[in-house]
């Protein structure tokens, strides 16, 4: 008996098989009748490490592409499934990743209002993304829609999923090249005025119990200043635990500094 897939067969065909001819690649972008298409398949671990960390690579597939359904099911921006196989998905091409528009100096400061107000959007629908990086986010001039949805998609989110996701773009955001705190502080004011005072005050909570990574990272931060490097995933920590107490302040200025000692001078 021909097992029903929810793909329109003709088309699902045609994909898998155009995928089937990059089989060798993890991931590739290729066309098919002029329209552009990702098919992704289990990534293949070479150390041991990923084992430990990710667990095996069938599974965490699997519960991709599940996470992928669900969130697709509650009408998040999320990729279509244009086809499935057991070890492979292809998905539609939903355009540039705010990472590469802004290397090419391709968005403005609206960019950031926007990744604010569609972040937002995600959790209306009650979902987490988990690990919302620039490069895991594409724009394609009409809405952002969020790739990737390995690490803690999460769909009956918590406060505290919703401050995790806010800080993680916020550092993706500070880390880049191209980009300014203001950048962070716009995509922050265009969130929080957005979303419930609950989720500000798990950011503000996590981002204050964030203190003993910056004194553990403080040695590679002085490194990387004295080595005339302004931007690193670790002195984006800082920048971001910055920006969150400077937004809190602007916003209500009763609210209590970070209090001092753990920020250290001249870091
Ligand atoms: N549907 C898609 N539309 C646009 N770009 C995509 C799509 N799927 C993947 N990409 C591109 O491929 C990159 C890797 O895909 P991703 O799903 O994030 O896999 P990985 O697990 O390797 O991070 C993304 O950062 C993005 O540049
Ligand atoms: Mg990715």
């Known amino acids: 008996m021909h097992r029903k897939t929810p793909y329109p067969d003709q088309l699902s065909g045609s994909l898998l ?17 002029g329209k552009a298409y990702f098919a992704k398949r289990p990534e293949r671990y070479e150390s ?35 086809a499935e196989a057991h070890d492979c998905i ?38 987490a993304h988990g690990r919302p990086v620039l490069r895991d986010l594409c724009w394609d001039d009409r809405r952002v829609t ?40 716009t995509f922050m004011q265009t969130y929080f005025t957005l979303a419930d005072d609950e989720v500000f005050a798990a950011t503000l909570e996590r981002v204050k119990k964030l203190w003993w990574l910056e004194l553990l990272l403080y040695p590679v931060m002085l490194r990387h200043r004295q080595r005339g490097k302004k931007r690193s995933e670790f002195i984006a920590i800082q920048t971001m635990r ?8 602007a916003v209500t200025p009763t609210q209590p500094r970070l209090d001092d000692e753990t920020t250290m001078p001249g870091a």
Do not use: C
């Not at 996470?67 to 921006?77: D, N």
């Not at 292809?90 to 355009?95: F, Q, R």
């Not at 910055?242 to 302040?249: H, I, K, P, S």
């Open 17 to 33: 098989e155009a995928a089937r001819r990059h089989a060798d690649q993890r991931l590739v972008r290729f066309e098919l009748a």
């Open 242 to 249: 910055e920006a969150v107490v400077q937004y809190a302040e």
């Open 48 to 82: 041991l490490r990923y084992w430990i960390t990710k667990g095996h690579p069938q599974r965490a597939f699997r519960r991709e592409v599940a996470q992928l359904k669900a969130f697709g099911a509650r009408k998040a921006p999320v990729p279509a499934i244009m």
């Open 146 to 185: 969020f790739l990737d949805l390995e690490a803690g998609a999460t769909l009956n989110a918590t406060p505290r999923d919703y401050a995790r996701d806010v800080l993680v773009l916020l550092h993706s955001i500070l880390v880049s090249k191209n980009t300014t705190r203001e950048d962070g502080l």
């Open 90 to 127: 292809v998905t539609a091409d939903h355009g540039p990743t705010v990472l590469s528009l802004l290397k090419q100096n391709a968005v403005g400061p609206e960019m950031f209002s926007r990744l604010g107000q569609h972040l937002w959007q995600l959790h209306e629908l009650g979902l």
